[in-house]
């Protein structure tokens, strides 16, 4: 790549200026109360709301981020109790990628809120719990959603000029049925044979793997094809960047606060970049995360995100393969899934 593609790509820094400031503001207090584990839960709630600012939800221009805090408060909490049962969080995690699949193709806005519910989702029924685990964990991403709410709209009183959405998405043409019933049955089984094989395997994030499935998975063979390069090379990017500094800095906590700002701060400027720069910033973001809240391990944490990216990648690969839509007009564009995530 050459330096004016670099060039090229939206930046939208006063933007994200306004969503940074609550990831390490919610770390500083889960270590300041030695809750770090429940404040990397909420600090991980917060950045995935915070790419909600750059959108609005039927006119309401904090209304996305507001349903992403409700949808992923009972998302995380329906997750943590079903992932005790392997039986029961595999259908339920298959039917809700299924819905996601649906509404990308209708509304951009609504699939967005729908994927950070199906994100908390998998996530949650990693650490698994029953009923009080389940209720604590919902109540921590209810906090660190809502503590971005209020911190962007608190920001956005002093910065108005900031305040916008970022450019929309083009309108969608209502889709053909077609589409819609095979790209929902793929979403499903690309999402439940991804989680099967991370379980399968013994992954230690195995949430990551159907996370990489349902958003590389696309309803054209070539577009599933280009966003798994993208989404694999961005992944390779931002481990080793991550695990260079959390090395560099020894695991200093302080050190690491302010890297995950920046990485946080730079995955909200790049959203409307190429996949693979922003790819490459949230898996930064992630990496150092983890190593913050574990005390370290930030090879292994990048190493387990490869292995899930590389298996989750393949799955929806080899799906789209199998079963590509072919669309009744063979000029039509196939690719309406939104491009952000």
């Known amino acids: 790549m050459d330096r004016g593609f670099f060039k090229s790509q939206p930046v939208y820094w006063r933007e994200a200026a306004l969503c940074a400031p609550a990831l390490p503001l919610l770390l500083l207090i889960g270590?300041?109360?030695?809750?770090?584990?429940?404040?990397?839960?909420?600090?991980?709630a917060a950045f995935s709301v915070g790419f909600g600012a750059a959108r609005d939800l039927r006119g309401r221009r904090w209304g996305a981020m507001l349903a992403a805090v409700v949808g992923t408060t009972a998302t995380a909490f329906i997750g943590c109790l079903a992932g005790q049962w392997e039986i029961v969080l595999l259908p339920v995690a298959a039917l809700a990628a299924a819905a996601c699949a649906a509404l990308a193709l209708y509304d951009e806005d609504l699939w967005w809120v729908s994927l950070q519910m199906v994100i908390a989702l998998l996530v949650a029924g990693h650490y698994s719990g029953p009923l009080p685990a389940a209720g604590l964990r919902?109540?921590?991403?209810?906090?660190?959603?809502?503590?971005?709410?209020?911190?962007?709209?608190?920001?956005?009183?002093?910065?108005?000029?900031a305040a916008g959405r970022l450019p929309p998405a083009a309108p969608k043409p209502p889709p053909d049925r077609r589409l819609?019933?095979?790209?929902?049955?793929?979403?499903?089984?690309?999402?439940?044979?991804?989680?099967?094989?991370?379980?399968?395997?013994?992954?230690?994030?195995?949430?990551?793997?159907?996370?990489?499935?349902?958003?590389?998975?696309?309803?054209?063979?070539?577009?599933?094809?280009?966003?798994?390069?993208?989404?694999?090379?961005?992944?390779?990017v931002g481990c080793l960047l991550a695990s260079l500094y959390a090395l560099a800095v020894g695991y200093y906590a302080p050190l690491l606060l302010i890297g995950i700002g920046l990485t946080g701060c730079a995955a909200y400027a790049l959203q409307k970049a190429h996949y693979a720069i922003l790819t490459s910033a949230v898996t930064a973001t992630v990496v150092l995360l983890l190593s913050l809240a574990q005390h370290g391990h930030a090879l292994t944490n990048a190493e387990h995100r490869l292995i899930a990216t590389l298996v989750g990648g393949v799955i929806a690969l080899v799906i789209a393969m199998i079963a590509p839509h072919r669309p009744l007009d063979q000029h039509a564009t196939v690719d309406r899934v939104g491009a952000a995530a």
Do not use: E
Not at 31 to 44: D, E, H, K, M, R
């Open 31 to 44: 270590l300041s109360t030695g809750q770090i584990a429940y404040g990397a839960v909420a600090a991980g």
């Open 138 to 161: 919902a109540l921590t991403v209810f906090v660190g959603g809502m503590t971005q709410v209020l911190v962007v709209m608190a920001l956005a009183r002093l910065a108005p000029a």
């Open 180 to 236: 819609v019933v095979s790209h929902t049955i793929r979403a499903a089984i690309c999402v439940g044979l991804a989680l099967a094989v991370a379980w399968k395997l013994g992954l230690a994030n195995s949430y990551w793997a159907p996370m990489t499935a349902m958003l590389i998975l696309k309803p054209g063979l070539s577009d599933t094809h280009t966003r798994g390069i993208a989404r694999f090379t961005g992944t390779i």
